[in-house]
């Protein structure tokens, strides 16, 4: 069996280089340092312009936690439209109940909203207090997929939940394990959880040389004496990544 490979895209350039690469989905936001949050309209637009592949667009309006307010809400309800006029394959959120259980009702909405295209409920899940009710709570809510690392920091820790909910999910919901995913272990981490598909930044530090003059003053970015760097796509991680899950063809 031939195991998904996904990889994160924050440009329309880590598009591009993700499809050459040999990746066979992408998951697009913007901000990976704080999460990953909902790409901007032109990003989107440019992304579906640039890659054959199916896009998975974020819906994340900001950091820290998943119990939203109605404004924030509608806010998602109304990005998910605009992905699905620019031809979008599928979109990833997460709501949450202020006591980290699903909002149903909430997710009920937007997988309505999404017309048939994918819905992926994102780590969101990982702060849920009973995994396996809410793996079911989301199975009847005709979610498509859940991203997990299992509840712990990395997948490959969370392994052992991971395939815990592989064998309960039943082939009625996918399981993606995500987070902190490597060629090198990638291989086993899919051995270890029965998983068919996998989720990783394969991320590289680019430099922005404009900000040399002051390196003491930083926008966001890792402050070097060169200038800031920023979040792109390693298409050699990419690379070496296929290629791992390829042996277990």
Same mark, same amino acid.
């Given at each position: ?21 040999? +990746? ?36 994340? $309006? ?51 909203? +999404? ?18 009710? !809410?793996?079911?709570?989301?199975? +009847? ?64 530090? !680019? ?7 002051? $390196? ?18 390693? $298409? ?9 899950? +390829?042996?277990?063809?």
């Amino acid at each position: 069996m031939s195991i998904l490979l996904e990889i994160i895209a924050t440009s329309a350039d880590d598009c591009a280089a993700i499809e050459q690469a040999g +990746a066979d989905r992408i998951e697009l936001c913007s901000a990976l340092g704080l999460g990953g949050l909902t790409p901007s309209a032109a990003l989107v637009q440019r992304a579906r312009a640039t890659t054959h592949l199916p896009i998975m667009m974020m819906l994340r $309006p900001r950091e820290g936690g998943f119990c939203y307010s109605a404004a924030e809400f509608a806010q998602m309800a109304l990005d998910l439209k605009f992905g699905l006029a620019v031809g979008v394959d599928g979109f990833v959120f997460g709501c949450l109940h202020a006591d980290g259980t699903i909002d149903s009702r909430r997710t009920a909405h937007l997988v309505k909203l +999404a017309a048939g295209r994918q819905t992926v409920f994102h780590r969101a899940f990982d702060v849920t207090p009973d995994p396996f009710a !809410a793996l079911e709570t989301l199975v +009847a809510l005709g979610v498509t997929r859940i991203l997990t690392a299992g509840q712990q920091p990395t997948a490959w820790e969370g392994a052992g939940l991971i395939r815990q909910l592989v064998v309960q999910a039943a082939g009625r919901i996918d399981i993606l394990p995500g987070s902190g995913v490597r060629a090198a272990h990638v291989a086993a981490l899919v051995q270890r959880t029965g998983a068919t598909q996998v989720h990783a930044s394969a991320s590289r530090a !680019a430099l922005d040389a404009s900000t040399r003059a002051r $390196p003491w003053l930083t926008f966001g970015g890792t402050a070097t004496d060169q200038g800031e760097q920023h979040r792109a796509v390693d $298409p050699a991680q990419v690379a070496a990544l296929k290629q791992a899950l +390829a042996s277990l063809s």
